[in-house]
């Protein structure tokens, strides 16, 4: 629960900076990544490399940290025995997302975009699902110990 809340706190954090500040943040990162997977240094990462790539990034991100998010409430969700914790954990996350673009549309230089909330959204379920894959095979696997204990094997 309480990584649920630290991921959820990173969302609004990233989404109170200005334009400029996210912008800024998203070519440093890119520029890091870029030279890493080229093998050069940083200051020979260009503009146009950047440029080229920075709306990928940025989608990226935003799938990312939902991902993560989606992945982060559906434990938790689990764990406090919520009866139908998948589908609450989905819409937990497309109401953040949906209350994250609105919160953006107060930041200078920024603003809502309802293709961010797709995208979020996406990266929430696929979370949740990966989660749930993760908890049911969990559960399987205990449940065939379990037998196997019983049985006497």
Not at 79 to 106: G, P
Not at 131 to 141: G, L, P, S
Request: positive net charge.
């Amino acid at each position: 629960m309480v990584l649920t809340v630290c991921c959820a706190a990173a969302i609004f954090i990233f989404s109170m900076q200005n334009g400029d500040q996210s912008s800024r943040l998203s070519k440093g990162l890119l520029s890091h990544i870029l030279a890493f997977f080229r093998g050069v240094s940083v200051n020979e990462i260009t503009y146009d490399d950047i440029r080229k790539y920075s709306f990928l990034i940025r989608k990226m991100a935003h799938f990312s940290i939902f991902f993560a998010l989606g992945t982060l409430s559906c434990w938790s969700a689990y764990a406090l025995r919520v009866k139908r914790f998948m589908i609450t954990s989905f819409i937990f996350c497309v109401i953040y997302a949906c209350t994250d673009e609105i919160h953006q549309f107060f930041s200078e230089g920024r603003g809502p975009a309802f293709r961010d909330v797709c995208i979020d959204s996406a990266g929430a379920l696929l979370g949740v699902f990966f989660t749930a894959f993760i908890i049911f095979c969990i559960r399987h696997i205990r449940n065939r110990s379990t037998k196997n204990a019983l049985d006497g094997n």
